[in-house]
């Protein structure tokens, strides 16, 4: 969410950075200037009248003093009557006042809400993902004497993914992993974890699943996105299954003030990902690039505004790290104004090469998101030498998406006799050189 502030003091730069994200200011800042207005003005009347009624009451004070004294007149007890009747009648007024204010704040603070976060100035101005602009390549496409095949063909076939059994046990776009299959999922979270923790200075962290609705709305989910998520609901409240683990691990320091000196904070962990996938029917229907379970590590970072963009470039570089260690080709890209999310300030797409598809897709969005995240969850941290605090910076990137890099191993490192080798810094983790047909 943005500061009231700075949108009031800076109306055109708002709009300005809304029409570069393809929006129409007018619908998105709707009647901000009106409601703005009469909400100061509501508050500046329950001001007058709080403070008309404690000059009343100041009054009341002495006459009761004066009476107690025995030198109270006849018009001072008449005066102190009519104060006090007055004061009960301000008081009421008061609360209608006060009622009126909360319902106006109500109505800014909504028009708030529904403000995405201004891109950052070095962020490419465009309409969709058609104008994102590629920042660099690491690698090669791998050259293969065969038609390569996609990984939902090469899956079945060997053995290590059962689609038609997941639609059994649950229903379409979940999967079902078996074998070295299994193993290659694992071995892929724990070779990630390892890596940003030992390499990279995270702090690994195991989050709950199930998160309240505050936390969801901290992060921007809710209200938004209400209808991509899975709610759970428990007993006179609602829980909801995470989309990412950047919900649970950023609402961990939600409503804290964090020392200066502990900055940048960077964690990381590792979790299912649940996701109704709402409007995206006939999109990538086959294999499992788009499923309503899956698991991913994530990286997220508490960053001093000062810093943020150059830890933004850090948290992108570890998780290209992953795919340069797994042999995988990729590019970066840096998404346009009009295709980044709503909370984004500003956002790199890894993309890795699926020779089996002949095509780039996102393995991982790193994305910087200043203080717009900091302020839904109130996190905030002391600055050296300073009493007031400030909203700290929040960055989070997957590092990476596990079953997309499970889906390029098996499209990069697949052979002509049907196996798919298995990268090298996995082995020690699977035990294993090669993935070979088998049935279960």
């Known amino acids: 969410?943005?500061?009231?502030?700075?949108?009031?003091?800076?109306?055109?730069?708002?709009?300005?950075k809304l029409r570069q994200r393809g929006m129409d200011p007018a619908g998105v800042l709707k009647d901000f200037r009106d409601v703005d207005?009469?909400?100061?003005?509501?508050?500046?009347?329950?001001?007058?009248?709080?403070?008309?009624?404690?000059?009343?009451?100041?009054?009341?004070?002495?006459?009761?003093?004066?009476?107690?004294?025995?030198?109270?007149?006849?018009?001072?007890?008449?005066?102190?009557?009519s104060l006090i009747s007055q004061s009960k009648l301000d008081g009421d007024l008061i609360s209608q006042l006060e009622a009126d204010a909360a319902t106006k704040d109500l109505a800014l603070k909504e028009i708030l809400t529904g403000i995405p976060n201004l891109p950052h100035a070095?962020?490419?101005v465009g309409h969709s993902a058609d104008d994102n602009?590629?920042?660099?390549?690491?690698?090669?496409p791998p050259r293969f004497d065969f038609a390569p095949k996609p990984h939902w063909d090469l899956g079945p076939d060997l053995g290590i993914l059962d689609l038609e059994r997941a639609v059994k046990l649950t229903g379409a776009r979940f999967a079902v992993y078996w074998d070295l299959g299994a193993k290659l999922e694992r071995a892929l979270a724990n070779f990630m974890l390892d890596l940003h923790t030992r390499e990279h200075g995270y702090t690994e962290v195991l989050p709950p699943y199930l998160v309240n609705s505050d936390s969801m709305y901290g992060t921007g989910q809710l209200p938004k996105f209400a209808e991509d998520l899975f709610r759970v609901p428990h007993g006179d409240k609602d829980l909801w299954l995470i989309s990412t683990a950047e919900?649970?691990?950023?609402?961990?320091?939600?409503?804290?003030?964090?020392?200066?000196?502990?900055?940048?904070?960077?964690?990381?962990?590792?979790?299912?990902?649940?996701?109704?996938?709402?409007?995206?029917?006939?999109k990538d229907v086959r294999g499992i690039i788009r499923q309503h379970q899956f698991q991913k590590v994530e990286l997220v970072k508490f960053a001093h505004p000062d810093h943020s963009y150059e830890e933004h470039e850090k948290l992108t570089r570890d998780a290209e790290e992953v795919?340069?260690?797994?042999?995988?080709?990729?590019?970066?890209?840096?998404?346009?104004?009009?295709?980044?999310?709503?909370?984004?300030?500003?956002?790199?797409?890894?993309?890795?090469?699926?020779?089996?598809q002949q095509l780039y897709r996102e393995i991982s969005s790193c994305s910087n998101f200043e203080a717009y995240q900091a302020r839904r969850a109130n996190i905030r941290?002391?600055?050296?030498?300073k009493n007031k605090t400030e909203f700290i910076h929040t960055l989070n990137g997957s590092?990476?998406?596990?079953?997309?890099?499970?889906?390029?191993?098996?499209?990069?490192?697949?052979?002509s006799d049907g196996s798919v080798v298995i990268p090298e810094v996995l082995r020690p983790y699977i035990g294993a050189e090669r993935i070979t047909p088998k049935r279960f």
């Not at 260690?325 to 500003?346: E, F, N, P, Q, W």
């Open 1 to 16: 969410m943005l500061d009231l502030n700075f949108v009031r003091e800076n109306l055109p730069l708002v709009e300005e």
């Open 37 to 81: 207005a009469l909400r100061r003005q509501s508050l500046d009347a329950v001001q007058r009248k709080q403070h008309l009624r404690r000059v009343e009451s100041q009054k009341v004070a002495e006459y009761k003093k004066r009476q107690k004294q025995g030198i109270a007149t006849k018009a001072d007890l008449k005066e102190m009557e």
């Open 122 to 124: 070095s962020v490419p």
């Open 133 to 140: 602009v590629e920042v660099r390549r690491w690698g090669t």
């Open 247 to 282: 919900v649970p691990v950023t609402n961990l320091y939600r409503d804290e003030v964090l020392d200066q000196a502990r900055l940048p904070i960077s964690l990381t962990a590792y979790t299912p990902c649940f996701r109704s996938e709402a409007g995206s029917y006939g």
């Open 323 to 356: 795919l340069q260690k797994l042999g995988l080709h990729y590019r970066v890209m840096a998404l346009s104004t009009g295709d980044m999310s709503a909370i984004s300030a500003k956002t790199y797409d890894i993309e890795v090469w699926l020779p089996g």
């Open 381 to 385: 941290f002391r600055p050296e030498g």
């Open 399 to 415: 590092g990476l998406a596990v079953g997309r890099t499970w889906v390029a191993i098996v499209e990069n490192y697949q052979q």
